[in-house]
C-alpha cells in the first residue's frame, strides 16, 4: 500500500509536522506509528555497561556486579567477547537487581557488557 508524506507545515506542533495520506485517510506520521509524542520518560530507564572476565575454569559461573536496583530481563542484557570465545548467561542462575552470571567457553576471557532495562514506575 502506498503511502505519500506531505511537505512540513509551519507552526505546528512535532506530531503534526509530518502528516500522511493513508487510503485517502488524513492522519499524522507520530500517531500511525504508535511513537509516544513527549519521547522515552528517562526516568523510567536504568543502564550499566562494564567489563569482565569468566572465571579461570571453563563453564564455571562468574558473577558480574551491575548495582542498577532493579532486576533486569535477559533479554536486556548484552555480552561481547573480548576474545575467542562464547560468553553467556548462566541459565540456571537468573539476573538479580544487583549481578548476573556468566559462564564461558574458554577459560578467563574478557568480555564487555551492557544493559538498558525499564525500572519502577515514579510514583
Known sequence: MAQ???PPVRGQRFSDVYPMTK?????????????PIG???????????GTGTTNATAGTTTAITHNLGVVPSVSDIQLTPMG???????????PTSTTFNVLGSAASLNFAWKIV????VNQ
Do not use: H, K
Open 23 to 35: 487510503q485517502g485517510v488524513q492522519g499524522n506520521l507520530v500517531n500511525d506509528m504508535a511513537l
Open 84 to 94: 575467542n570465545g562464547v560468553v553467556y548467561l548462566d541459565p540456571n542462575n537468573p
Open 117 to 120: 532495562t525499564n525500572g519502577p
Open 4 to 6: 505519500s508524506y506531505q
Open 39 to 49: 519521547g522515552v520518560n528517562n526516568d523510567n530507564l536504568f543502564g550499566a555497561q
